[in-house]
């Protein structure tokens, strides 16, 4: 499946960041695609769009056509989704250990179909979309308190989620270190966060450079699996598990090939995407 992705427009303003991991200024060029120049850092190795459009001109690629790219494959990803939650033993053996009150933020949630999934099981949901249709649609039908906007703009309470969800954002945001700072904020102490993004540190990626289907316009930042657990360990997180999947994309090698390569990748954490469990520590009396 193809990744959603517009092609920079010329309008789009850009300004030159410093690695938001480390503060560094220094970086190799790694990649160009479509106009979008990724580099590493020296410091500490991230990989991020450097110069990149300015926030604003990010979010306006959210509109009706990311909507309906949604639309099409809310299924898909909704199983998807399910799938990294089950490997992580989300249900069965993280959320028993979760502050009482079952409380879930789901944040890039598009329609909100994850969401439904957890009121279902008895879950007090909220999301939070960029994109204002995807919000609507998601409201009308679920009912699940869908919120428009980026999470550090929508004050939302302290300390009042049990688990906090993210899947294929944070290489989407412009902000991330702010980003993750205000997600340990709404989290309970005991609470968890759950984060998947592309894993630029995969067989994948190594394999396809900047052929590979995550290094696109749309992604500001790359993560490795070093440096997601230092994002999250800087904003106090304690990182408790860790998953990878996808050895070959699907629809690139024959089933006989693709599932040996897929469980290989797996087991030495070769993975296309990352999955990354992190919990709020409890602040000791």
């Not at 690695?19 to 979008?36: H, K, Y």
């Not at 204002?132 to 300390?159: K, M, T, W």
């Not at 316009?217 to 070093?226: G, I, W």
């Not at 990182?239 to 030495?268: C, M, Q």
Request: proline share 6%; with cysteine; aromatic share 10%.
């Amino acid at each position: 499946m193809k990744t959603f992705s517009k092609t920079p427009s010329s309008s789009e303003k850009l300004h030159r960041v410093p690695c938001p991991l480390c503060g560094g200024v220094n970086f190799i060029p790694r990649w160009e695609v479509q106009g979008a120049v990724f580099a590493v850092c020296r410091g500490c190795g991230l990989t991020v769009q450097n110069p990149r459009p300015v926030a604003e001109h990010l979010a306006y690629r959210y509109d009706d056509e990311y909507f309906r790219y949604e639309i099409e494959n809310e299924e898909i990803f909704f199983r998807l989704m399910m799938l990294g939650l089950e490997d992580a033993a989300f249900f069965t053996d993280i959320a028993p250990t979760l502050p009482p009150l079952k409380r879930v933020l789901d944040i890039g949630c598009a329609t909100g179909r994850l969401l439904s999934h957890f009121q279902s099981l008895g879950w007090e949901t909220c999301g939070v979309e960029l994109c204002a249709e995807s919000a609507q649609y998601g409201n009308e039908r679920f009912h699940v308190g869908i919120q428009v906007g980026n999470l550090p703009d929508l004050n939302l309470p302290a300390g009042h989620f049990s688990a906090v969800h993210a899947s294929h954002l944070i290489e989407h945001v412009d902000d991330p270190v702010l980003f993750v700072r205000e997600i340990a904020s709404v989290l309970a102490e005991g609470g968890v966060f759950i984060c998947v993004t592309p894993a630029i540190d995969g067989f994948q990626a190594r394999f396809h450079g900047k052929k590979w289907r995550s290094a696109i316009p749309d992604h500001v930042t790359l993560f490795s699996k070093k440096t997601l657990a230092k994002l999250l360990e800087n904003a106090g997180l304690k990182v408790e598990t860790v998953k990878t999947w996808g050895g070959l994309a699907a629809g690139t090698a024959p089933l006989w090939l693709k599932k040996p390569a897929d469980r290989w990748a797996k087991v030495l954490g070769w993975g296309d995407v990352v999955l990354m469990v992190a919990r709020k520590p409890y602040t000791l009396a």
